[in-house]
């Protein structure tokens, strides 16, 4: 019984910081919202403000998450590192295809590759690892672009413009590139066609985590025959399941409820 009890205390003690964490709530609220009696919230309420992990908030009455809160939260966002989620992955994906498998993180305007398992096939590709291309051009880069709101792609335009052209196929006029960003948000993968190296291709899905935040993107690059060949819509089912179980790995399953509104 008396587990039982602590059990049902952790929950409302979980239900209640769940619920702060959307911002600052009455006791009536809060009490609303999980499902509680108001008596127990109060109390609730009492003992976790002694504790500093709720505090009160701008308005009288209201509740907030206290700075205790902060250390705990920073020591599980401190164990995130990208290359250890990724590689699991990458290794499937690379058993899978036999082609080069890429992992980019954002840095500003460009993307840099952390990460690479070399193909079977191509040996030589524009991206090495810790090189950098513009978010505008190849796939990886792209997933990671099309994934921000469309307010950042207008000011990554203004600050890039004119956008670099590596091909024919690159895309550098701003419509041609907003369209193929919405594309690519709405399929979830982004495909590469020969933008950046001729005769090459390359498909990219982004990585995502709690907040919502685009963390990078996974990519897989080799000859254009073989990346856009017979086999190109099972790798891209594989890589768009990488992706998400990679993003799941940094809580993406948190952002998935409260989803953001790109407008």
Same mark, same amino acid.
């Given at each position: 019984?008396?587990?039982?009890?602590?059990?049902?205390?952790?929950?409302?003690?979980?239900?209640?910081?769940?619920?702060?964490?959307?911002?600052?709530?009455?006791?009536? *609220?809060?009490? #609303? $919202?999980?499902? &509680?009696?108001?008596?127990?919230?109060? =109390?609730?309420?009492? %003992?976790?403000?002694? @504790?500093?992990?709720?505090?009160?908030?701008?308005?009288?009455?209201?509740?907030?998450?206290?700075?205790?809160?902060?250390?705990?939260?920073?020591?599980?966002?401190?164990?995130?590192?990208?290359?250890?989620?990724?590689?699991?992955?990458?290794?499937?994906?690379?058993?899978?295809?036999?082609?080069?498998?890429?992992?980019?993180?954002?840095?500003?305007?460009?993307?840099?590759?952390?990460?690479?398992?070399?193909?079977?096939?191509?040996?030589?590709?524009?991206?090495?690892?810790?090189?950098?291309?513009?978010?505008?051009?190849?796939?990886?880069?792209?997933?990671?672009?099309?994934?921000?709101?469309? *307010?950042?792609? #207008? $000011?990554?335009? &203004?600050?890039?413009?004119?956008?670099? =052209?590596?091909?024919? %196929?690159?895309?550098? @006029?701003?419509?041609?590139?907003?369209?193929?960003?919405?594309?690519?948000?709405?399929?979830?993968?982004?495909?590469?066609?020969?933008?950046?190296?001729?005769?090459?291709?390359?498909?990219?899905?982004?990585?995502?985590?709690?907040?919502?935040?685009?963390?990078?993107?996974?990519?897989?690059?080799?000859?254009?025959?073989?990346?856009?060949?017979?086999?190109?819509?099972?790798?891209?089912?594989?890589?768009?399941?990488?992706?998400?179980?990679?993003?799941?790995?940094?809580?993406?399953?948190?952002?998935?409820?409260?989803?953001?509104?790109?407008?």
């Amino acid at each position: 019984m008396a587990t039982e009890n602590n059990l049902m205390l952790v929950r409302k003690v979980s239900g209640l910081l769940d619920h702060l964490a959307n911002g600052e709530s009455s006791a009536t *609220e809060i009490a #609303d $919202a999980i499902g &509680e009696p108001r008596s127990s919230i109060y =109390r609730l309420l009492s %003992s976790l403000q002694a @504790e500093g992990l709720v505090e009160p908030g701008s308005r009288r009455g209201k509740y907030r998450l206290g700075f205790k809160l902060l250390p705990l939260a920073t020591a599980v966002v401190a164990r995130f590192d990208e290359r250890t989620f990724a590689r699991p992955a990458m290794e499937r994906i690379h058993d899978l295809t036999g082609e080069t498998v890429f992992l980019s993180v954002p840095r500003r305007d460009e993307a840099v590759c952390i990460e690479r398992i070399p193909g079977k096939r191509v040996q030589s590709l524009a991206l090495q690892l810790g090189g950098t291309l513009p978010l505008h051009a190849g796939a990886g880069m792209r997933a990671i672009l099309a994934h921000l709101g469309e *307010e950042e792609w #207008d $000011a990554y335009i &203004e600050r890039n413009a004119p956008l670099r =052209r590596y091909t024919p %196929s690159t895309p550098v @006029e701003p419509g041609d590139l907003r369209r193929v960003l919405a594309a690519t948000r709405a399929g979830g993968i982004s495909i590469s066609d020969q933008d950046v190296t001729p005769g090459v291709a390359a498909l990219g899905v982004p990585i995502t985590d709690y907040r919502g935040r685009v963390r990078g993107a996974l990519s897989i690059s080799g000859v254009r025959e073989s990346i856009l060949g017979p086999d190109s819509a099972a790798w891209r089912e594989a890589l768009i399941e990488a992706g998400r179980e990679i993003s799941r790995a940094f809580g993406s399953e948190v952002a998935d409820a409260n989803p953001v509104d790109f407008g």
